[in-house]
């Protein structure tokens, strides 16, 4: 004897809603998430009366923390590895310009060899960002 189910012949059609539940969880969880990876390094920069500078191109951003730990466009480096990082970052660029922020507690003497490394590879223009002094 056959059963009802079986003369009615194989289910075609397709149940989206453990689908759609598991898609809503993960926009939840991105949602939530995405901001958190937006994350800003702490550097406390030195304060000055100067006016900003115009920029043209991407700029291109050294970051010394505190701890002398250095960042290239969000990249972690090392002191002797600057210097390549450099060079290959401004290899098809006409313009070669860096932006060097360096926290206040940053020692002056290691804040000048690099920028002697940036200048070896051969970066004509190297700004100092700062703050502007708060009357």
């Known amino acids: 004897m056959k059963s009802n189910r079986d003369s009615r012949g194989p289910l075609s059609e397709i149940n989206i809603i ?11 969880i991105f949602m939530i998430t995405a901001p958190m990876m937006q994350h800003g390094m702490n550097i406390d920069i ?12 991407e700029p291109q951003i050294l970051n010394i923390t505190k701890e002398q730990k250095l960042i290239l466009n ?25 932006y060097l922020r360096a926290d206040k507690e940053v ?9 002697g490394l940036i200048r070896e590879a051969g970066v004509e223009k190297i700004n100092i960002v700062t703050k502007p002094l708060e009357e």
């Open 107 to 115: 020692p002056y003497g290691f804040v000048v060899t690099c920028m």
């Open 74 to 98: 969000e990249k972690r480096l090392v002191v002797k590895d600057l210097k390549a990082a450099i060079q290959l970052l401004f290899t098809n660029k006409s313009t070669k310009e860096i």
């Open 18 to 28: 453990p689908l759609v539940d598991v898609m809503l969880v993960l926009l939840i």
């Open 46 to 57: 030195p304060k000055v009366t100067t006016k900003p500078l115009p920029t043209k191109d």
